[in-house]
């Protein structure tokens, strides 16, 4: 019966991918791809995936293949736990035939092919594309295909013609602020090439850090760095790793301010008199470069002479964000520059600096791209604007002849849910209304994760399993945005994302561990439900409601450090709040889950309660426990005032909502997230919507 | 409130550590040490450990010091969260002062000293030690002592006098029937280290695979290993590695017998006519070394000399068990060998095969370690009898003057429960009559992880947590035995390991999501309902109930490999169900316990069955998902006429068992835990231990 259901699907998928109408939750597709394909045709049956499983590369050939040919077979060999050839073949009839017609580009090009044809009969696969972009994509897609079956793993057999709506599809990591360990990074590159993203964009400096060793100016990163740095090969290792998964590497220095760290072991360069240190707070700091200094430029052309040789890519990121200026209007000699240059404000102190910075960067063959302020008249046209301000900057961007990828609305640190993301587009907004040639400028975008609050331990749950919602809006077709099939379909994808290493799901577990102590099972059971419906508070409120000065050396050990930046069961509560009233109430079996659900919240304060008695950590969060607790008890006597079929009292409304108004607000940087489901149940229960008598069962 | 409860337990504790009564569960101790120390006593209050927490070295110092106090800095920082400075300090003002006295052995032998005495009061911490294995230990316990409380991190001032009870703590891992990584090996380093054991037994030969590389006779790993081994240079690093936690590595190349992998490129050192191919299949087979032929020993000396040359330990471990004869039998020549020197049987042949062997050892400067068969009339005293037959055995084996240690009862494989190992003590049975010189020949004792059944996935699944019970029956004082004591400090233990990188909680999960597939939360929550109440079935019989003949190729994707050896949730039933007939049924708050459990597994089924159709790794335990059905029901029906406070009657008890024999019957090689307990609470229904009436509450 499954299996015909699913051919049913299918039908249903086919039917989504093609025509690319809006998916329904009721038309949430059976193939757990993402992000989903250009196009998908189902076919009958499935290809078995059993021990006799095997793949050959044919047509075009290079290591880099071959090495990604046993990598998706050690991953294959994982997820399905068979003892698998862990070698791709030499024969063209192994199971799995890829066919690539030829190299890509030396160096990874933007807006290359990356394009493949999956087939998978009953009988074999076989995969083309025209470069290994392709083909690698095309393996990756193989891999989300193959699932436990009635009668063993198989794939479905099915035609999929794919490749990117966006040319850069990219994640921002920052370890600068807080050093990011290469493992990480590269577990993090290994989930990005699972969904297809293909830029690495490496964050290198800041006011608090300086992380990649500079053999020319060594006391950048002996001085500025804590001894955390990369060295040069470890970079050149890390690149190579990358460019096996498809993802080119852009690194950022971030110029002419957030540069601190750099001033620590070279003050000559700042607009102040120094001397400096290592920034440990976080926020927008005075120091910045002095622009009116040909000693500075005669320094940024040797590092970024030295630094291009390092990163192969085409595109360097100069950063340019956020200049207070403070320095520049302390300082006489800079004033009396720009009186004699005609520079007449801050802003064209800052545009000369980029324009040039911009030239060193072109002669050193690299193409700058650079945050919306380096975007100033006169700048010239082969730059690429990141923008965190929004579509609008980026449209009026491409208008004038640059190109763009779009950041904001994909900062992964302020803690939005998924579908909020999910939900930006490149291409909505003032960027909808531009021409062909226009929109052609709108290169793709990239999720950003600042790293403030991150550290080796939980980045990973602060990029995943969002990011790979993100990495969808990037690839598929502009119609795939139906947020409840992205959901389904996220949950499938974030569990094998672990399989390949990343912790963004196991690490919550192990934190709250340190949280409790040696709590008991229920102890800790009930700590653990109470971490599931918080979330950390959202955008830059964790800085405005921080207990003492966050700093760099803030241990990141607390419940908001724990818990995932997105609560599944406070969203399916939701989800079952809405499906509840859109009955008029009137679903017993829905209601049940409702008070199984608000029953466990009420009791399990008394359980917690405990437990924060012997955890400092633990205490942190009784407030939100007690809250959680008074959220049950209302959630229940909506219940119960609504099943008597009259509305409740306006004195009994008033009085549950003074409460619901203290549980909205934020205790220990947390938010409760069920709260505005158990209104909605108050409101119902306060008004005639769900008052009419209940069925008969 | 809290604090006052842990000094009284404190009190409580020194009691039972320092008159080592048996402790009872209501003694449990509030330290969470594991094992527990020869001698604790508790001071008051408690030494906060926060980011200015700092440690040194003084006294005699060397590399590997400084190495472990980085690894304890960074394991202490992984276990609190904070920043601290991850290098060792030099000033004696430092937060914990470690001072060690001398040297240990340059090899490390046993019986060296490995006593500490930990110092902890509220202004800082001292540890004493003659020796760094002293030191390292001493590091360990005050890693366990530090736990979050009600004011931050700390240890709790205390005063412990430490050293162990046997010289020779094991743990052997086969990585020849299933190869296992370096990294996995490592990891579990990590965690003997973590418990005190300080062998690492490594079972590296036998018919499926021959793991080490010979520089001399290269077809021993060419042919005999599916290029699965060990380079000789990983395998130095190795023992480097597990010289820096303390822990001696014994080679095994087990021999004549369990030799077929080594046939294969070298058939000429066999019994039988050849050729020879890796075994794929598990038993015992009859491939046997020629005990006949000079080439033999030749081969060996050249053999024994190389790999005496790569491990440095004293000990050298030949093997030496399960030989069938099969070869020596059909072997002309042999048995015309065994008549010429008047031979008389294929034991008497094992025995001169054995000192033989022992001599080539001897010559390359070691000391002979083996099963006991080696243990033959006129073999040498200063050989090592390992012993997988028992007590008794090992028993007769020091009254002759040999030096042992048990194995028996401490097979990792065999799936028993952490008590039943932990109830096993070397001295007891007949070893507990022999005089004090014989007791001394006891060494101590190895738990042996046997691989037919594990993979590198779930390995640290089979050792852990049950082996930090033996590792304590091995450490701690021989009164040192309530279970209850033992389980509340191994659940501690146990999430502690996997901050070490071990994986034997976590994995349980992941394979779990494989086998589940797509299922939704719901059916993933109830496909773990049933997990958590089932463990493989036990001893042999796993290779008797096998659906078809196990190989190394078998995939271990089952639900049979994911769940653990032992449930907790079963044993915590069995203890309520205990408890609760205790109390002749009179005790409300368990009754209402007992119920919710038992509603949960009947209703389980129902939700589970629907990804049964989809997974034909999940349709596997259908059976056992309904069997827990059953029990849910029946308990309920037990507990239901348990409250009538009438005897029910004998047809319904001999229904309700009909059902229980059939529960009890292993399927898909899995037994159902709470079984028994289900049948206890029938049989207090049936009888009238339960059916006084209940006080009215």
Redesign the interface.
Known sequence: ??QNARLRCLGILILCVSLYPVMTTAQQPAL?LMPLPANVQSGAGSLKVD?TFSMAFTGYNEPRLERAGERFLRQLA??????LALKPSKSAKATFVIQTDHASKEIQEVGEDESYILDVSTASARLRASTPLGAMHGLQTFLQLV??????FSAPAVTIQDKPRFPWRGLMMDSARHFIPLEVIRRNLDGMEAVKMNVFHWHLSENQGFRAESKKFPKLHESGSDALYYTQDEIRELIAYARDRGIRVVPEFDMPGHSTAWFVGHPELASGKGPYEIERRWGIFDPAMDPTSEKVYKFLDDFIGEMARIFPDHYFHIGGDEVNGKEWDANPKIQAYMKAHEIKNNQALQAYFSGRVQKLVTKHGKTVVGWDEVLVEGVPKDIVIQSWRGQASLAQAAKQGYRGILSNGYYLDLGWPAARHYAVDPMSGDAANLSTEEKQRILGGESCMWAEYV?P?NVDSRIWPRNAAIAERLWSPQEVRDPASMYARL??VS?RL??LGLTHR?VSR??L??????AS?AEFAALRTLADVVEPVKDYTREQTAPAEPTS?????RVV?AVPLES?VGR?FGELVDQFVASACHDPATEARLRAQLTAWRDNDAILQ?LA???????EVAANSRDLSALGTMGLAALDAIAKAQPASDLWKAQQLTIIEQAKKPKAQLLLIPVPAVQKLIEAAATGACSAPKPQA
């Open positions: 019966m499954a757990n021990s994982r997820q399905t736990g068979l003892s699932d436990v079956s009635p009668d063993g550290s331990e949950d499938f569990a672990e399989w196991t192990y934190m561990q340190r949280l409790a102590g040696s099972s050396a803030t241990p990141m050990n450090d599944d399916r405990p008695e012997r955890s400092f950590l633990v205490k």
